[in-house]
C-alpha cells in the first residue's frame, strides 16, 4: 500500500537559517510528489510538484525540493527561513490517474528571531 | 472571488444531528475533492467528483456521510446523526481533471460536536 512519511512532527528554525524538511515515501510506481503549506486557518497551498524530468524542482516562495529515487524522498529545502515560513507543511502523492492525494502526517515549521 | 470557497467556515453542532457543509469550486474546474483533516488521523481523502459523478467514494468514512454535486459546481457534504468523532476541518478542493493538474483548496469548514 501506498504511504508518506514525514518524520519531524515539528521542527524550530531561526530565521535566516536554512530548511530542510523530509518526505519518505512507498508506491510501487513512479510517483508524482507534492508539497503543501498550510498558513494558521488557511486551506492548504501548493508549494512545487515533482512529475518527471529533472529531480531537483523550483518552487514558490523560494523553496525546491529534490526527488530521490533511490532513496525514496522528497525533501523540501529552503537556503533562508523568513518569519512568514511559519506554516504546517504536508507532503503528499499522487495514488491514482485522477488526481486522489496520500498525505503524510504534516511538518510543524516554527520560526524563532 | 476566484478560489475555492466553503461555508460554513465553523459549525457546531449537537451529537446525533445532521449537518450539511457547502463547496464551491473555482469556475471551469470539473474534478472536486473533498478532506477531512482530523488530529488523530491527518489529512484523509473522502470523495473526489468528475462533473455530477463520484467515481471514487472510497473514503466516506461511514454510510452516515454523503455528498452530492450538483450542475457540475456546487458541492454538499451531509453528515447524519453526527458523533463527536465527526469533529474535523473538512477541507474541499477543486481541480482540472488528472493528477498532474494542480488542486485548489478552499479555507475549510470546522465542524465541532459536542
Known amino acids: 500500500a501506498q504511504s508518506v512519511t514525514q518524520p519531524d512532527i515539528h521542527i524550530t528554525v531561526s530565521e535566516g537559517a536554512s530548511l530542510e524538511l523530509r518526505c519518505n515515501y512507498s508506491?510501487?510506481?513512479?510517483?508524482?510528489l507534492f508539497w503543501y503549506v498550510q498558513s494558521p486557518g488557511q486551506g492548504l497551498q501548493l508549494l512545487l510538484k515533482?512529475?518527471?524530468?529533472?529531480?531537483l524542482v523550483q518552487g514558490i516562495k523560494g523553496f525546491e525540493a529534490e526527488f530521490k529515487r533511490s532513496q525514496s524522498s522528497f525533501n523540501l529545502r529552503k537556503p533562508s527561513v523568513h518569519w512568514s515560513d511559519a506554516a504546517e507543511y504536508f507532503c503528499a502523492v499522487g495514488v491514482n490517474s485522477w488526481g486522489k492525494l496520500q498525505f503524510g502526517a504534516g511538518t510543524q515549521v516554527v520560526v524563532t528571531p | 472571488g476566484a478560489g475555492v470557497s466553503q461555508s460554513p467556515s465553523n459549525k457546531v453542532t449537537e451529537k446525533g444531528k445532521d449537518v450539511e457543509l457547502r463547496c464551491d469550486p473555482i469556475?471551469?474546474?470539473?474534478?472536486l475533492y473533498w478532506y477531512r483533516q482530523s488530529l488523530g488521523q491527518g489529512l484523509e481523502f473522502l470523495i473526489y467528483f468528475q462533473g455530477n459523478s463520484a467515481p471514487d467514494k472510497s473514503g466516506l468514512p461511514s454510510d452516515r456521510f454523503s455528498a452530492e454535486r450538483t450542475g457540475g459546481s456546487v458541492s454538499t457534504l451531509t453528515i447524519q446523526r453526527t458523533q463527536q468523532e465527526d469533529s474535523a476541518v473538512y477541507l474541499c478542493a477543486s481541480s482540472f481533471p488528472g493528477t498532474d493538474n494542480e488542486q485548489f483548496f478552499g479555507p475549510g469548514t470546522r465542524l465541532t460536536v459536542l
Open positions: 515533482y512529475f518527471s524530468g529533472d529531480t
Open positions: 469556475s471551469g474546474h470539473t474534478a
Open positions: 508506491y510501487g510506481a513512479t510517483p508524482y
